[in-house]
């Protein structure tokens, strides 16, 4: 029999027309109660946020995302109580845990791992088809029925829009115990938002959990897990467990894929293959043959790798150029080529080395007619925000004293570039008004600081700068006083690219006399086009063949596109959507020479790109 709340919880908890059974769950960002509405008898789950939870507005986060999805395996909203703090009541769904079924239960066999698979991928397609993505899936967040298997997806408390600032750092207590299970997009380094892909990595971890009893990749400490999704891959399942079948592994090993263009493309695609693995497995197969699953989804089109085709000369001087950084010098690196030729992808390069090392890559990136003032400083700050807020409370802890002791009494003026800051920082007191002038000199001193905070032998520093000659002139304005200063001890690396046009600019030559004046190295690079080689292995890559054919492929995309990569991307992709280069399971990718070769001259992948372009809503193409 149901009683009445306590009076000590109903303290906590004010939710009339509620009698309250039991705690299920007391954490940093909510407590959560299993209940049941006395009007009429239905079971429910009253989530009560605590003062951490409500960070960023979860309550009505929440409540949007589930009103969008709720249906089979999502449980349905009842109501949100406007309250102080906020109840959010749902109906109560069966099951348990999946990380506690699967501790009852021990090792699961293939059967019922594919059934919860299923499930999941098909709950989550309906996430990302309603444009949300969860962004926080892990063992204890998906409820499993012990007979029927049936899933339920909860707490959608940190779902979000596809599209809208896909950092999940933005909290006092940002990811709780499910850092086991973030894509590595997701830690803030990689330079890159989420997208539906990244709710797919963390899918993958928790198949590889529930097979092995492991997570994928683990570590010391909550650094070195963060460490481990950028720059360890997964040791294969079948290491850890003999039975596991070489399809589903390969399943598993592609959702956990570093790079999201290697992943599933789509929960549904997923869906298909694991339904085929259901299906070969109920009729008796043994699961032996990985040419089961169908590999590329021919509806997502030709995919290029982000691997840096061509580029290891550059590679090797920017990854030398941060190993002198790591001896407590400061680097400056500055390279210039056309649109396209892959000058941000050197930070891709970067990352690895620097997350092997326990460095912070911080990135910032510069776009025509938007100069806000100290826009770049803004995103390194944002950046290394998220980073600091992912680590352990400890450490946490650590970087504030740091802080107070390296930045001192103007660290405000950093929270009001970066608000994120403020979760790090913590209570500071406002810096007083000045002029002008005062103003700029006080800002560039606290970013002075916080840069040396960083850039210490121990955990290096590199700071990205992309598309440096459209930054604003407050962004140089702090680079020219930071860079000449000799700091001894400082270890940074400061990377910036130009387009070829602006080798020469005011911008090029300012980085150069300042580096000067400091007498810090600096490091010039051109990229150019790929050469016929590299795009052959490209292609023989992304199209899953090589040979002749690929040869006679590699040399018409050569007069359409200079090989430019980002214009053999787009040649491609016009070659696809005019069914020139087409995915069949019988045959694979396969085209005919013929055809491309009888292409109007017009046809070159410039011209495509513009004609794009064209296409586009008049808001959207002010954007592009």
């Not at 963390?202 to 070195?224: C, H, M, N, V, W």
């Not at 020479?593 to 009888?598: P, T, V």
């Amino acid at each position: 029999m149901l009683r009445p709340i306590q009076q000590s919880v109903a303290a906590k908890l004010d939710a009339p027309g509620y009698a309250i059974d039991k705690t299920i769950h007391s954490g940093k960002s909510s407590d959560v109660y299993a209940g049941v509405r006395q009007a009429d008898g239905l079971r429910v789950v009253l989530k009560r946020y605590t003062r951490a939870g409500l960070i960023d507005g979860a309550p009505t986060d929440e409540w949007e995302a589930l009103t969008k999805v709720a249906g089979v395996g999502i449980p349905r909203p009842i109501e949100l109580i406007d309250d102080s703090p906020p109840v959010l009541v749902l109906e109560h769904v069966p099951g348990v845990p999946l990380g506690s079924w699967l501790e009852a239960t021990g090792e699961i066999d293939v059967a019922a791992l594919l059934d919860i698979a299923i499930c999941l991928a098909e709950v989550l397609g309906r996430v990302h088809a309603a444009r949300l993505l969860h962004r926080d899936l892990h063992p204890h967040n998906i409820l499993v029925h012990p007979e029927t298997r049936s899933v339920h997806l909860i707490d959608l408390g940190r779902c979000r829009p596809m599209g809208a600032r896909a950092s999940c750092m933005a909290s006092s207590n940002p990811i709780g115990g499910s850092l086991h299970f973030i894509a590595p997009e997701q830690t803030g380094r990689m330079n890159r938002g989420c997208d539906p892909r990244s709710d797919l990595y963390s899918l993958g971890a928790i198949l590889y959990f529930a097979l092995t009893g492991q997570p994928p990749l683990d570590g010391r400490d909550k650094l070195e897990i963060i460490h481990a999704h950028i720059a360890r891959r997964p040791r294969d399942p079948r290491e850890l467990r003999a039975d596991i079948p070489e399809p589903l592994a390969v399943v598993v090993l592609r959702l956990l894929a570093k790079e999201p263009e290697e992943r599933y493309p789509s929960a549904e695609a997923l869906v298909r293959d694991l339904r085929t693995l259901g299906d070969e497995l109920s009729g008796g197969g043994a699961l032996e043959d990985s040419s089961l699953l169908r590999g590329p989804d021919p509806r997502v089109g030709i995919r290029i790798s982000p691997s840096s085709f061509g580029r290891a000369e550059e590679v090797q001087a920017v990854l030398a150029a941060y190993e002198a950084a790591r001896a407590g010098t400061t680097q400056v690196v500055l390279v210039d080529g056309e649109l396209g030729t892959g000058k941000s992808s050197l930070a891709r390069a970067l990352r690895v080395r620097v997350a092997e090392t326990r460095g912070y890559l911080a990135a910032a990136t510069f776009d025509s007619g938007r100069e806000r003032p100290y826009s770049g400083w803004a995103q390194l700050l944002q950046s290394l925000a998220d980073q600091v807020l992912l680590e352990s409370d400890e450490r946490l802890c650590e970087w504030r004293r740091r802080f107070v002791d390296g930045v001192g009494s103007i660290a405000s003026v950093l929270v009001e570039l970066a608000s994120d800051l403020r979760f790090v920082l913590g209570d500071v007191q406002k810096a007083p008004i000045l002029g002008p002038l005062e103003t700029r000199a006080r800002l560039s001193l606290a970013i002075r600081r916080m840069v040396e905070v960083f850039a210490r032998n121990e955990h290096p520093l590199v700071l990205f700068l992309d598309d440096l000659h459209w930054s604003d002139s407050g962004t140089r304005h702090v680079l020219s006083e930071l860079v000449p200063r000799e700091v001894p001890g400082r270890a940074l690396l400061i990377v910036a690219t130009l387009e070829s046009s602006a080798r020469d600019s005011d911008v090029a030559r300012e980085l150069t006399l300042v580096t000067q004046r400091g007498l810090a190295p600096l490091r010039r690079l051109t990229l150019g086009p790929l050469s016929r080689a590299d795009v052959e292995r490209m292609l023989a890559e992304a199209l899953e063949c090589d040979g002749a054919q690929i040869g006679e492929l590699a040399g018409w995309i050569e007069r359409k596109t200079s090989n430019n990569p980002l214009l053999i991307q787009g040649f491609l992709d016009h070659l696809y959507e005019r069914g020139l280069v087409a995915f069949s399971r019988s045959r694979g990718w396969h085209w005919d020479i013929a055809e491309i070769a009888a292409l109007s001259a017009s046809d070159d992948a410039a011209m495509l790109l513009a004609e794009k372009l064209q296409g586009l809503a008049p808001d959207a193409r002010q954007i592009a």
